[in-house]
Every structure is written in structure tokens, then in C-alpha cells.
């Protein structure tokens, strides 16, 4: 199973921009979807986006326009690049993989998770 450790959390004013990275170990990321969710308190998990296998993006409508992901397959890295970051962006994010076969905006269908990172944005 995959492992993950999310890191490049922090707090940044609104206007701004951030980068997370998730470390995996264990097998190849390859085959599976990388993506990014968002949980701030007392709301449920958020879908941010996916990198699905073949590379293809798909962002939730929060992201669109803003974020953007990018996988290193090679030194088993993905990246969620946020800008023009907003208060309302405030939560903390995971770092995701799983062999979808479902939709990619469905947190169960990931089957590995990292600890998760903490994002505040100060308006």
C-alpha cells in the first residue's frame, strides 16, 4: 500500500500562493490517481482535484482556475500549486491515491490517505 506524508502547509495572506507536495513510498504511483482534498472544520471532505493515471486533470469547482496538479511518477511526488489562495481556502489537505474506477470526486474510492497538511489563509 501506498504511503503518503503531505508537507508546505502554512499561513499565507489572501492574494497569495502556496505549493503542498505529498511524498510517497512503497509501490510506484503509476497506477494509481493522485488527488487532493480539503477538510475545514466542521465541514466535510472536499474533493480539490485529481491526477487520474493517464495524467488527465480534474478539479472541483473550487480549484478551477487556481490550483493546478502536477506528479512526478519518477521521484514518486505530487504537487497541488494554489494561487490567488482566498480565507475560504482554509482547511486541511490530503494528499490521496487509489485505483479509481469510480468517480474521482468520491473520497472512499481512494484507498491510501496522507495525515494531512494545515492551510490558513488571513484575509
Known amino acids: 500500500q501506498v504511503r503518503l506524508v503531505e508537507s508546505g502547509g502554512g499561513l499565507v495572506q489572501a492574494g497569495e500562493s502556496l505549493r503542498l507536495s505529498c511524498a510517497a513510498s512503497g509501490p510506484t504511483l503509476s497506477p494509481y490517481a493522485m488527488g487532493w482534498f480539503r477538510q475545514a472544520p466542521g465541514q466535510e471532505r472536499e474533493f480539490v482535484g485529481v491526477?487520474?493515471?493517464?495524467?488527465?486533470?480534474y478539479y472541483g469547482a473550487s480549484a478551477k482556475g487556481r490550483f493546478a496538479i502536477s506528479r512526478d511518477n519518477a521521484k514518486n511526488m505530487v504537487y497541488l500549486q494554489m494561487n490567488s489562495l482566498e480565507p475560504e481556502d482554509t482547511a486541511v489537505y490530503f494528499c490521496?491515491?487509489?485505483?479509481?474506477?469510480?468517480?474521482?470526486?468520491?473520497?472512499?474510492?481512494?484507498?491510501?490517505w496522507g495525515q494531512g497538511t494545515q492551510v490558513t489563509v488571513s484575509s
Open positions: 490521496a491515491a487509489g485505483a479509481i474506477t469510480g468517480s474521482y470526486s468520491v473520497a472512499s474510492m481512494y484507498s491510501s
Open positions: 491526477l487520474s493515471r493517464s495524467g488527465t486533470p
